[in-house]
């Protein structure tokens, strides 16, 4: 009787879902929704209703945003692909922007001024250069070009957060003691020593978590297989970058991964995308792969949250990872156009960054004087320590301030998850779109997963 109740309810809810929005939508005129589509939480609070009030201030009309989430790439490009929705703003990964452009899905943004509203001022232009394609952040060099189209450069998309992948590791664990691959002193010295390849140690069968995703668990396995020895499968050709590595696509490496994350399945407690952080926090895993961004709210808040405490560590290896970033965009279907643009400006604002930023634990993609206010007081030791990073990289040479942030010991490597050093940004690598090989790597998820 009880699970009876429960799928009523959760019909009823569903139902609710569907047709209440379209209740509400169908009240309004369409220029006055903006459709927003967005990874789960997030965004920060009140944002929303700060747009709603900025965009009356700009136009003089009023505006309801219509907010609405989801949690895999590949999901939200079906959408706009297949089903054709109306979303006026979407938040693909740096990847999924590249694919979307190819393919002729998303609108390439407006001269604000032409909007037909006078003078507005753009933020735009605060994004960080080290994530803007084309441009090199005044002496350092990032392969981001996924937002390029014939010689030209960020038509179509914003940078809204970025970040690294790593290892969440619980530095109570024991198992390291008793490891595949030796004896080790500490979890973090176990951890560092290995790279990912901690995530196939047999040491800790059913205490780590993969993500339920085909681009970033492959990603690592890929990186792991071909250049981690302890897969046995690295290859001797000192040309294999991490970059290649991440990317392949090629029948050969792709099948030495596939058999990699195959064997690795057998020892893991399972595949996640947002409960990890939650699971590891709770003791039920030690290692699990993370998203920077999450790695900072488990390591703080989400504690707090949970009333539960964990000594946790967030760790990029050595031999390379992921640096992905997520990018507003207005799809091809978009039906209020001008509240879109209106909307992905608002949020390069650095008052606005700096919330975002604060509320989700990823590192904004805006670097303004802000942004390092907020560093400054959050993160500044009151004296000069060994932990400090020099942030140069990410702010350039346009602000008249020292780009250096010392940091007290406890805090320093939540705040090297938050913004990583220049050391660790150069290990890592952008995710290209697969292209034609789109449909195999699938194929090779499902063989995967099966």
Known sequence: MKKRITVILILIALISAIVFPLVLSGCQPRDEVLKVYNWSEYIGEDVIEQFEEYYYEITGKKITVKYDLFDENELMYSQIK???????????????VEKMIKENLLLKLANLDELGYGEIEDYRDNVSSLVMSGKSSDGYYFDYDYDAESGEYNLYSRTYMMGTLGILYANDSTAYKNSTYGT?????????????????DKAYDQKIMMKNSVRDTYAIGAIYTLLNERSGEKLSDDTITPSIALNATDSKSVAKIEKQLIAQKAILSGYENDEGKEIIIQGDIDLTLQWAGDAVYAMG????????????????PYEGS???????????????????????????????????????????????????????????????????????????????????????????????????????????????DY????????????????
């Open 82 to 96: 297949t089903t054709k929705a109306d979303y006026d703003v979407i938040c693909p990964s740096d990847y999924m």
């Open 301 to 316: 808040d989400l504690q707090e949250e949970l009333s539960r405490e964990r000594d946790l560590s967030y760790f990029v």
């Open 322 to 432: 992921n640096l992905f970033s997520d990018a507003w965009c207005i799809p091809k279907y978009s039906r209020n156009i001008t509240a879109a643009n209106l909307w992905i400006n608002f949020m390069c604002r650095g008052d606005i960054a700096v919330q975002n930023m604060d509320y989700i634990g990823y590192t904004s993609g805006v670097a303004s004087q802000e942004i390092y206010d907020y560093l400054i007081e959050n993160w500044a030791s009151e004296e000069e320590t060994d932990y400090c990073i020099d942030l140069a990289y990410f702010f350039g040479d346009s602000y008249d301030f020292d780009t250096v942030i010392y940091v007290e010991e406890e805090d320093y490597n939540a705040f090297e998850a938050q913004f990583p050093t220049l050391e660790i940004i150069n290990r890592c690598a952008v995710m290209k």
């Open 184 to 200: 080790y002193s500490s979890m973090s010295e176990y951890v560092e020593a290995n790279g990912w390849a901690v995530l196939w």
């Open 435 to 450: 292209g034609e090989q789109t449909r195999a790597m699938n194929r090779m998820w499902r063989n995967v997963k099966a």
